[in-house]
C-alpha cells in the first residue's frame, strides 16, 4: 500500500487542499491590489464563491491568511532559485532565473496560472509572524546572494549583496511594466533585459566618475518636508495601510490634529509622498542635462545621486509599493508619473546610444532597471551604512553601469 504523504497524514483530502490553494490565490490577489492590511476574508471568500464562514474554517485570522499566502511566495522563490543553482556559472544561474520568471509571468497573462503575493507588505506584519516570514525572506536574499558563489572576502560579500538584491527588485518591478508588451514578445524582452544584466549600459572604456547633484531646494511651507519624509520612512516600512495618521504623528511627535493642518486625509498624504519623491529623481535628471560631458556621465551622475540620497538621512523616496491599496484612480496617475520618468530615462539612453557613449541597448528595457534599482535603494541602507558612502554608490550603481558580472568594479 502506498503511504500517506504528509497532507493525507494531517487528515488533508485532495478536496480540502484544492480548496485552501483557491483561497491563497484568491488572498494573493487581493494583497496585490490592496496590501496584507486591507484585506479581509469578505474580499477573499467573494472571489472563490464562498461564505467568510467557509473561508475561517481553513484560516483563523486573516493574519494567518496574509502570512500563508507570503510562504506561498517565498517557497516559490525558493524553487526558482533552487533550480538557477543547477546551473553552473553565476551569469547561467541568473539567466535561469531571470528565464524562470519571465516564463512565469507569460502563463499568469495567458490565465493559465495565478500571480503569487507581492512581499512589499511583509514588514507590515506583526510579532512572530513577522519574525518568521523576514527571516525566511533573509534566507531567499542569501541564496540570491550565492548565485555568484560564496568564496572570497567582505568585498566580494558586499558586491554580491548589491547584485542579490537589484536582481531581485527587477524580478518584482518586471509585472508593472511587462504588461505593455505582448505575449509573445517576453521572450525577447527577457533577452534584452538579460543583456543590461550581463554587459550593463557602458562601453569598453567607460569609467565610474560620477558628479552629484545639488538636489538641495527652499520649503514652501516650514516642516513640511520633514512631515513628508517621516510618512514616506513609515509607508515604506509599514505599506500604505500599516502606517497609520496615528503612527505617523507618533514618529513626529505632534498631535493627529497636525496632521491634519499639513493635509486633508491620508491619500492626500501618500499623493503627496510621491510627488515629492518624483519632483526629486525629475530634478535629478533636469539638472544633469546641465552638466558638461556626455550621456554616460549624465546618467552615471543621476544614479549616483539618487543612491547618495537613498543612503543619506534625506532618504528615502517613496516605494512603488504604497501604490497597493490607493483609489485606482489615484493609483494610475501615479503610475503614468512614474512611467514618464522612465521615458525620460529612455530618451537620455537613446541619445547616448546615438552619441556613441552608452553600448546599444534596448534603452525602453534599461529605463525599467534604472527604476527598479532607484526604487529599492533604501533598503540597503544599512549594508551601505557598513563601509564608506562613495564606495556603497559604485558598488550597487554598478549592477546597472557595468553588469552584474564585472568584477574588475572592485579594482576601481
Request: proline share 3%; hydrophobic share 40%.
Amino acid at each position: 500500500m502506498e503511504e500517506a504523504g504528509p497532507a493525507e497524514a494531517r487528515g488533508e483530502t485532495k478536496r480540502f487542499r484544492a480548496k485552501r490553494d483557491a483561497i491563497l490565490a484568491a488572498a494573493a490577489d487581493v494583497i496585490n491590489e490592496q496590501s496584507a492590511k486591507g484585506m479581509t476574508f469578505a474580499d477573499v471568500a467573494q472571489r472563490v464563491g464562498l461564505n467568510t464562514t467557509s473561508v475561517t474554517y481553513y484560516f483563523k485570522r486573516k493574519e494567518d491568511l496574509a502570512a500563508a499566502a507570503f510562504e506561498v511566495t517565498l517557497d516559490r522563490l525558493d524553487a526558482m532559485l533552487d533550480a538557477a543553482h543547477g546551473e553552473a556559472t553565476p551569469e547561467a544561474r541568473v539567466a535561469r532565473y531571470l528565464d524562470t520568471n519571465m516564463e512565469r509571468l507569460a502563463r499568469i497573462q495567458r490565465g493559465e496560472e495565478k500571480a503569487f503575493a507581492i512581499l512589499s507588505d511583509l514588514r507590515a506584519m506583526e510579532g512572530e509572524v513577522r519574525q518568521r516570514l523576514m527571516q525566511r525572506w533573509q534566507q531567499i536574499f542569501r541564496k540570491t546572494r550565492a548565485l555568484w558563489g560564496t568564496d572570497g572576502g567582505r568585498a566580494q560579500t558586499d558586491l554580491r549583496g548589491a547584485r542579490a538584491h537589484v536582481l531581485l527588485e527587477n524580478t518584482f518591478w518586471l509585472p508593472a511594466w511587462l504588461v505593455r508588451y505582448e505575449i509573445d514578445e517576453y521572450n525577447r524582452v527577457g533577452k534584452r533585459l538579460m543583456d543590461v544584466f550581463r554587459h550593463g549600459i557602458a562601453t569598453p572604456g567607460d569609467s565610474w566618475a560620477p558628479r552629484l547633484l545639488d538636489l538641495t531646494h527652499d520649503e514652501a511651507e516650514p516642516g513640511r518636508e520633514a512631515f513628508l519624509l517621516a510618512a514616506t520612512r513609515l509607508i515604506n516600512e509599514l505599506g500604505y495601510r500599516g502606517a497609520s495618521v496615528q503612527k505617523i504623528a507618533s514618529e513626529l511627535n505632534v498631535t493627529k490634529g497636525s496632521f491634519y493642518h499639513h493635509l486633508d486625509a491620508k491619500d492626500e498624504l501618500v499623493i503627496e509622498c510621491y510627488k515629492r519623491s518624483f519632483d526629486i529623481i525629475a530634478d535629478a535628471q533636469r539638472l544633469s542635462e546641465e552638466l558638461p560631458g556626455n550621456q554616460w556621465q549624465r546618467l552615471t551622475s543621476v544614479i549616483a545621486t539618487l543612491l547618495d540620497f537613498q543612503f543619506s538621512e534625506k532618504g528615502p523616496l517613496l516605494r512603488t509599493t504604497a501604490l497597493n491599496g490607493l483609489e485606482p484612480r489615484v493609483r494610475t496617475t501615479m503610475i503614468d508619473r512614474s512611467n514618464r520618468i522612465a521615458r525620460r530615462y529612455s530618451g537620455m539612453l537613446s541619445d547616448g546610444i546615438a552619441e556613441g557613449s552608452i553600448r546599444a541597448i534596448d534603452p525602453l528595457v534599461a529605463s525599467q532597471t534604472m527604476m527598479a534599482m532607484q526604487n529599492a535603494a533604501f533598503d540597503m541602507r544599512k549594508w551601505a551604512g557598513t563601509m564608506p558612502r562613495e564606495r556603497a554608490i559604485a558598488l550597487y550603481g554598478s549592477t546597472i553601469a557595468f553588469g552584474l558580472f564585472d568584477d574588475a568594479v572592485l579594482d576601481g
